[in-house]
């Protein structure tokens, strides 16, 4: 019997077997960022560490920089944490994307930029959506802090293996429908504790055909779905997207090459699990509730609580709705929304901006909506700028920002206030997620949120932006 | 690094209702802007213990004075889901949890948990409607989460089974519930492992 991805990563980087079970796990690659790693620098302080492998350490800072204007964080406590990242980053020699790189930008759109991000390799970094990376055929997964200190401490963490669970989709998508779509899909069938315990392999010709950055979107909301890694198998997309890029091994590439593309599945490698979806299936999908996995159709309507078949789904039907301040059983489309947001680890990529930048042109963005476009990173900045892409969207009424994290978390001054409603690019939906306390949050695809936008509700791109077969793309 | 083992802890619990209780419930994001951990126990659930107009405490249990002793919280399935922020255990830890009984956790939450000798254990739906009933009728009932036996027992005469994976019972009852000594000690093992592999 062959292995997967998963278990030839795995065994690679095995350092051996705990007292208590548990694996202890070489951390190939160590991504850190300024909210999860003070407080484990302050902990490796005072156990008198250092950093094992700086050289294998990369930082850069997301969460709080300010996407107006970058270098003025407005409230004291960001500049201490920038701050902070920058003293520890000089102390322990880390490299650093810092704000006046030109590579700054959100961790998990950084590491696959830089090339840092390779197949075969381990990452870690103190954020759940470091399944990202798994987009590039890596075991990539979200640590705590005390996880961080580890990794920083030894180059290695202490680690239950996973099952490995390989979710299929086959066919073709429908005009319309996109990556985010195909995950927002999966994770409304899995369920948002459904992946616990599990590595997602994603496979099948859906995931074949898709750019790195599709996969990306994809592998970036594992978590949602439970499973604190997913990965694609690497392939020559991998290949051609990886060659040229800083921290690649240029000039040794096709040796490297064959190596990364050693790691890929066998065709008879165990599964614990197999789910098949069939493309065709997936819609337009958009979040009505307070968890990722609260999805419908556009084309469907809210659930009705009268509908439920458990007394618990009952209740959480009613507590979504009730923050939700949603009319069950009504249509979703139509819903009035008050804020756009495109951007985030999941979509604000350079293709994303690419893609809705097609079907903007000429529309105006609703009066009452304040539509916000933030870049994922400087160097996807700049790669609009070259195409023009901020005048598009500036012109259509966006407002064009730096690169950050921005709504996603709302730990900068980009928040949503009161109970306004947000059709966002972002991955989660959690009550209070984009900074206000009683925001609301919808969750789809990019070209779904330019939809919103301009109708000044919740609706369907496919009709705005008449996405037949023949003007979409996969 | 010699660490208490944990075997037992006990206390009076709080029941919080809900499922899929994320981390950014537990801690809202605005307050993770800090360097260290210290101090995060006041903000734990803050959203829903303040309305956010007024800023008046809401009817949310941690608000309850009959609970504010409470050490363990007890909660529904998949509590702490979401971002895999440390500072939502920390919370708890600071706020004055010293153990979490649940139906079902979220893997990054557990981990962190458990790493702060907080142990996280998983009953099943009619046990936790059962305690969630003791606790709310007598809030000084007393619980003990019995982390070598897998049991949970009450003053009040419950006793159950639960489960915790092998791997994070042996760790805080042998004192090993923070890793880092034993990673350090495998210094040459480590060392082997980078040489071995070519990106490293
Ligand atoms: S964009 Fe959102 S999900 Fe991604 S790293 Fe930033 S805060 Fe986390």
């Known amino acids: ?474 | 690094m010699a660490l208490d083992p944990v075997k037992q802890v006990s206390g009076t619990g709080v029941f919080i209702p809900g499922a899929d209780i994320d981390t950014d419930r537990i801690i809202p994001a605005r307050f993770m802007k800090c360097v260290t951990f210290d101090g995060l126990g006041e903000f734990a659930f803050y959203d829903v213990r303040f309305d956010s107009e007024t800023g008046a405490k809401t009817n949310h249990p941690l608000n309850d004075e009959r609970f504010k002793d409470a050490s363990i919280l007890i909660a529904g399935v998949n509590f702490g889901c979401g971002s895999s922020r440390e500072h939502a255990p920390q919370s708890l830890r600071k706020y004055g949890f010293n153990a979490v009984i649940a139906e079902s956790f979220a893997e990054i939450f557990y981990g962190n948990s458990t790493t702060l000798a907080m142990p996280c254990v998983m009953a099943k739906a009619d046990d936790i409607a059962a305690l969630r009933a003791a606790v709310e009728s007598n809030p000084t009932t007393e619980i003990t989460v019995d982390v070598e036996a897998l049991r949970v027992r009450t003053s009040s005469g419950l006793d159950f089974a639960v489960k915790m994976p092998e791997s994070a019972r042996e760790a805080l009852v042998s004192g090993r519930w923070d890793p880092i000594q034993e990673l350090l000690d495998n210094e040459a093992a480590i060392s082997d492992r980078a040489k071995a592999l070519h990106y490293v």
């Open chain 1, 1 to 474: 019997m062959g292995k997967s991805l998963f278990q030839k990563v795995w065994d690679s980087h095995r350092v051996g077997t705990l007292a208590d079970g548990r694996t202890q796990l070489f951390i190939g690659t160590h991504l850190i960022h300024e909210v999860t790693s003070p407080q484990a620098f302050g902990m490796l302080r005072d156990l008198g560490l250092k950093v094992k492998f700086p050289q294998r350490t990369f930082a850069t800072i997301d969460h709080i920089v300010p996407t107006e204007n970058q270098d003025q964080p407005a409230d004291p406590l960001a500049a201490e944490m920038i701050d902070a990242i920058r003293k520890n980053c000089d102390d322990f020699g880390i490299t650093y994307f810092d704000l006046k790189s030109g590579k700054q930008g959100i961790v998990h759109v950084v590491g696959p930029e830089q090339g840092i991000t390779q197949p075969g390799t381990t990452i870690a970094c103190g954020d759940s959506h470091t399944a990202t990376h798994g987009a590039f055929g890596a075991i990539a997964f979200g640590i705590g802090t005390s996880q961080v200190r580890d990794v920083l401490a030894t180059q290695t963490i202490a680690l239950q293996e996973m099952k490995v669970r390989r979710i299929e989709v086959n066919g073709n998508l429908r005009p319309g429908v996109y990556a985010k779509d195909v995950i927002l899909h999966i994770i409304r069938l899995l369920g948002a504790n459904g992946g616990i315990g599990f590595a997602y392999e994603y496979a099948g010709d859906v995931f074949d055909r898709m750019s790195m950055e599709e996969r990306m979107t994809v592998c970036n909301m594992s978590i949602e779905g439970g499973a604190r890694c997913g990965y694609v198998n690497p392939d020559a997309k991998t290949i051609a997207y990886l060659q040229g890029r800083p921290y690649v091994d240029n000039t040794n590439f096709e040796a490297t090459a064959t190596r990364w593309l050693s790691f890929a599945s066998d065709a008879d490698a165990h599964f614990d699990d197999i789910v098949k979806i069939a493309a065709e299936d997936i819609e337009p999908t958009v979040t009505w509730g307070i968890s990722p996995d609260a999805g419908i159709a556009i084309t469907e309507n809210i659930p009705d609580p009268l509908t439920a078949t458990t007394p618990e789904q009952k209740a959480s039907i009613e507590e979504a709705l009730a923050y939700m301040k949603l009319p069950a059983g009504m249509p979703i489309q139509g819903i009035k929304i008050d804020v756009a947001f495109l951007g985030s680890c999941t979509n604000g990529r350079i293709s994303d901006f690419r893609e809705v930048a097609k079907y903007i042109k000429g529309h105006k963005v609703a009066a009452n909506v304040k539509a916000i476009a933030v870049p994922g990173s400087q160097i996807v900045a700049i790669q609009c700028e070259q195409e023009g892409i901020p005048e598009i969207f500036r012109a259509a009424g966006f407002e064009w920002r730096a690169a950050g994290c921005s709504m996603c978390l709302a730990m900068n001054p980009d928040k949503l206030i009161g109970d306004q409603l947000c059709a966002s690019s972002s991955n989660r939906n959690f009550k209070g997620r984009q900074g206000s306390p009683t925001g609301r949050t919808i969750l789809m695809s990019p070209v779904m949120v330019a939809a919103a936008a301009i109708k000044g509700e919740i609706t369907d791109a496919r009709e705005l932006f008449d996405l037949t077969p023949a003007s979409a793309v996969a």
